[in-house]
């Protein structure tokens, strides 16, 4: 079972991986750039610990991927997208943003009546993924 949250956390992680690896030798940036954008994934994971809100610096992030680092950009899970939403719904069309809509009124749904959904497994189904 993978709830909402451990889903998109899982899904930053691997962005903060993925970032840590790039930005850190990338070529068009100064380190203290790279350094502010690998500083907001600390701070971002110290919101999902204490349980703040990380809506914020994840937006934030994303921001800064797509302006700074387009190279990065496509490898963007566009679920990150959604899940921080602000300005980032701005990079999602009209059916994506349908398609979350759903994928989020069936998960609560659901999930009022049996707290073991998967949200990845709910995801595939509206995604017509399997």
Same mark, same amino acid.
């Given at each position: @079972?993978? &709830? =909402?949250? *451990?889903?998109?956390?899982? /899904?930053?992680?691997?962005?903060? %991986?993925? $970032? &840590?690896? +790039?930005? &850190?030798?990338?070529?068009?940036?100064? %380190? *203290?750039?790279?350094? %502010?954008?690998?500083? /907001?994934?600390?701070?971002?994971?110290? $919101? #999902?610990?204490?349980?703040?809100?990380?809506?914020? #610096?994840?937006?934030?992030?994303?921001? =800064?991927? +797509?302006?700074?680092?387009?190279?990065? &950009?496509?490898?963007?899970?566009?679920?990150?997208?959604? #899940?921080?939403?602000?300005?980032?719904?701005? #990079?999602?069309?009209?059916?994506?943003?349908?398609?979350?809509?759903?994928? *989020? %009124?069936?998960?609560?749904?659901?999930?009022?009546?049996?707290?073991?959904?998967?949200?990845?497994?709910? =995801?595939?189904? +509206?995604?017509? @993924?399997?």
């Amino acid at each position: @079972m993978t &709830t =909402r949250l *451990e889903y998109y956390r899982h /899904l930053n992680d691997a962005l903060s %991986e993925l $970032c &840590t690896k +790039v930005v &850190t030798q990338h070529p068009n940036h100064s %380190e *203290e750039s790279n350094n %502010e954008l690998l500083e /907001l994934f600390a701070q971002l994971d110290d $919101c #999902f610990v204490s349980n703040d809100d990380y809506a914020l #610096f994840g937006q934030q992030i994303i921001n =800064r991927i +797509v302006s700074h680092y387009p190279d990065i &950009t496509p490898q963007v899970h566009r679920d990150l997208l959604w #899940f921080f939403g602000g300005d980032c719904l701005h #990079f999602l069309g009209d059916e994506e943003i349908q398609k979350y809509q759903e994928l *989020e %009124e069936r998960y609560y749904e659901l999930n009022k009546a049996d707290e073991n959904v998967s949200y990845r497994n709910l =995801r595939a189904q +509206v995604f017509n @993924m399997h």
